[in-house]
């Protein structure tokens, strides 16, 4: 069985903050991909990254950036400099290599950015 | 525009009628998926086709839903005799690949 767990329920930040959003897995499979969604207000899910399990390197995108540690099942995504627009729940995300791609998701967290 | 839609965008109905709800991929993508998304959670897997072939189930799936992909193009989503648990945000993805879904802007049904 997979799991995703997303530990912060709701986190509120003042513009410009740096905020780091949660997230542990739990699969067997020694294959899996990892994902972050955002979902905005307006309710579509929004794709943000995806990482396969040989591929550990960190990543940067603008002001966003990705940790992916597998000694302890980690993929927490960091927010620098968080704006207005950041506010909205966003999923971690995960799928196993014989899954047909389904995703599990996490229960998601809350990001509200406060001007 | 060119992203998966999804058609009604919101529904009201009655328990214990019937509500069928519709998803149009992305004209190339082979593969489709249904998800719902109850409040405050994440979406859960509800089902997978690949063209038109339903490959995948998920046990929350009862004998009151049923999904179709009849020419491996547009997919439909009914349940049947609705019940208040049913209350949720129905969303659909597609993809050309295992690991790159495309979601759309889901279904939000309310059974009254």
């Known amino acids: 069985a997979q799991k995703v767990t997303q530990a912060q329920t709701e986190i509120s930040v003042v513009e410009k903050e740096d905020v780091t959003l949660d997230c542990v897995y739990e699969?067997?499979?020694?294959?899996?991909?990892l994902f972050w969604y955002k979902q905005p207000p307006s309710g579509e899910l929004v794709f943000l990254i995806r990482?396969?399990?040989?591929?550990?390197q960190n990543e940067i995108s603008g002001r966003y950036s990705w940790n992916f540690q597998k000694s302890t099942s980690s993929f927490n995504f960091t927010i620098t400099a968080s704006q207005v627009v950041d506010s909205a729940v966003y999923f971690c995300?995960?799928?196993?290599?014989?899954?047909?791609?389904?995703?599990?998701f996490g229960q998601g967290t809350i990001l509200t950015v406060h001007p | 525009d060119t992203g998966v839609s999804q058609d009604p965008r919101h529904k009201i109905t009655k328990r214990g009628q019937n509500v069928t709800f519709r998803c149009d991929p992305i004209?190339?993508?082979?593969?489709l998926y249904w998800y719902r998304q109850t409040l405050g959670q994440g979406p859960e897997f509800l089902t997978y086709?690949?063209?038109?072939?339903?490959?995948?189930k998920s046990r929350l799936l009862s004998d009151r839903f049923s999904a179709e992909r009849p020419k491996g193009s547009f997919s439909t989503l009914e349940i049947q005799r609705t019940e208040q648990g049913d209350s949720a945000m129905y969303l659909c993805?597609?993809?050309?690949?295992?690991?790159?879904?495309?979601f759309g802007p889901g279904t939000r049904l309310t059974v009254t």
């Open positions: 699969t067997r499979d020694t294959t899996y991909y």
């Open positions: 995300a995960l799928f196993g290599g014989t899954s047909y791609g389904k995703l599990t």
């Open positions: 086709f690949q063209n038109e072939a339903q490959l995948e």
């Open positions: 993805a597609s993809s050309l690949s295992f690991y790159e879904q495309y």
């Open positions: 990482r396969n399990s040989f591929d550990e």
């Open positions: 004209s190339e993508h082979n593969r």
